[in-house]
T-cell receptor
Framework: DAGVTQSPTHLIKTRGQHVTLRCSPI?????VSWYQQVLGQGPQFIFQ???????GRGNFPDRFSARQFPNYSSELNVNALLLGDSALYLC????????????????FGPGTRLTVL | TQLLEQSPQFLSIQEGENLTVYCNSS?????LQWYRQEPGEGPVLLVT?????EVKKLKRLTFQFGDARKDSSLHITAAQPGDTGLYLC????????????FGQGTTLQVKP
């Protein structure tokens, strides 16, 4: 079975542009989370979606938005790109709905490397 | 705010040496996970520890969860060049198992 897939693999943009990143979860998984990983740091949570509804949002500006489609794939959009948005953007899928005290393993894709010049 | 602090941030050792990576928090976590990430790839789950005081072994890797569920450690015995990578500890935010909180990571380099 295919794991989490993300596209594109690499992307180069200039300041002020916008970008759309795509993620396809593991078949049967209904939850998708997005993370930003700056070089040398741990991933930081951006969004989580379950059954097309936003279930969590991290401490990121409104330039960041996301959505989930009926087939459970997801897009992350970033507007008005800044140099500081350069990072590896990771998508993770999980089987269950996010609930307190219920372990819910997340499976990560390979990420999209975004470079903003 | 729940935070996870990892130490050391960087470790460069010779093949055959032992090492320990620490993951600490002032908050209680219902579980902690350890991931390994290689360049250009996403994190891959190594283990999940759930019970306070729990010890899990994965070949030469030993993972321990603190009694109070606020800290964890990863010990590697006789490190090999193939162990090189970024090691991340993570735990779910209280009330939301869709949000993983990660430590800043430990970059391990094992020289042959």
């Amino acid at each position: 079975d295919a794991g989490v897939t993300q596209s594109p693999t690499h992307l180069i943009k200039t300041r002020g542009q916008h970008v759309t990143l795509r993620c396809s979860p593991i078949s049967g998984h209904k939850s998708v989370s997005w993370y930003q990983q700056v070089l040398g740091q741990g991933p930081q949570f951006i969004f989580q979606y379950y059954e097309k509804e936003e279930r969590g949002r991290g401490n990121f500006p409104d330039r960041f938005s996301a959505r989930q489609f009926p087939n459970y794939s997801s897009e992350l959009n970033v507007n008005a790109l800044l140099l500081g948005d350069s990072a590896l953007y990771l998508c993770a899928s999980s089987l269950r709905a996010p609930r307190d005290r219920v372990y819910n393993e997340q499976f990560f894709g390979p990420g999209t490397r975004l470079t903003v010049l | 705010t729940q935070l996870l602090e990892q130490s050391p941030q960087f470790l460069s050792i010779q093949e055959g040496e032992n090492l320990t990576v620490y993951c600490n928090s002032s908050s209680v976590f219902s579980s902690l996970q350890w991931y390994r990430q290689e360049p250009g790839e996403g994190p891959v789950l190594l283990v999940t520890v759930v019970t306070g005081g729990e010890v899990k072994k994965l070949k030469r890797l030993t993972f321990q969860f603190g009694d109070a569920r606020k800290d964890s450690s990863l010990h590697i015995t006789a490190a090999q060049p193939g162990d090189t990578g970024l090691y991340l500890c993570a735990g779910f935010a209280a009330g939301n198992t869709g949000k993983l909180i990660f430590g800043q990571g430990t970059t391990l380099q094992v020289k042959p």
